[in-house]
Nanobody, 124 residues
Framework: QVQLVESGGGLVQAGGSLRLSCAASGRTFSSYAMGWFRQAPGKEREFVAATGWSGGNTYYADSVKGRFTISRDNAKNTFYLQMNSLKPEDTAVYYC?????????????????WGQGTQVTVSS
């Protein structure tokens, strides 16, 4: 059974940092694209960051570029989202996701496996 479990969310002041983790189990994800998405109340789920199927390429939404860093540890089947210089507009539920096949890496429909989400709240 494939499972993705996020952790590391919480409440932080603007300008602060958080590191989200996503522990994957049920299969080896080294050949999967892994992504982070977020959804704020009343808004659609949006792409945040991803690592490609080869693991070497990284992709970011313009809104987080330079502040967030995605990384993966294939040996631990875990990937991370380091979030620095957080802003109130980063407040959302953050989801990790895994994609086996090809497709647009920034489109949520590409991803077949999802975690349950972790809340990130940034106070001003």
């Amino acid at each position: 059974q494939v499972q993705l479990v996020e952790s590391g969310g919480g409440l932080v002041q603007a300008g602060g940092s958080l590191r989200l983790s996503c522990a994957a189990s049920g299969r080896t994800f080294s050949s999967y694209a892994m992504g982070w998405f977020r959804q704020a109340p009343g808004k659609e789920r949006e792409f945040v960051a991803a690592t490609g199927w080869s693991g070497g390429n990284t992709y970011y939404a313009d809104s987080v570029k330079g502040r967030f860093t995605i990384s993966r540890d294939n040996a631990k089947n875990t990937f991370y989202l380091q979030m620095n210089s957080l802003k109130p507009e980063d407040t959302a539920v953050y989801y990790c996701a895994a994609a086996q096949g090809g497709g647009s890496i920034k489109w949520y429909g590409t991803y077949g496996y999802w975690g349950q989400g972790t809340q990130v709240t940034v106070s001003s």
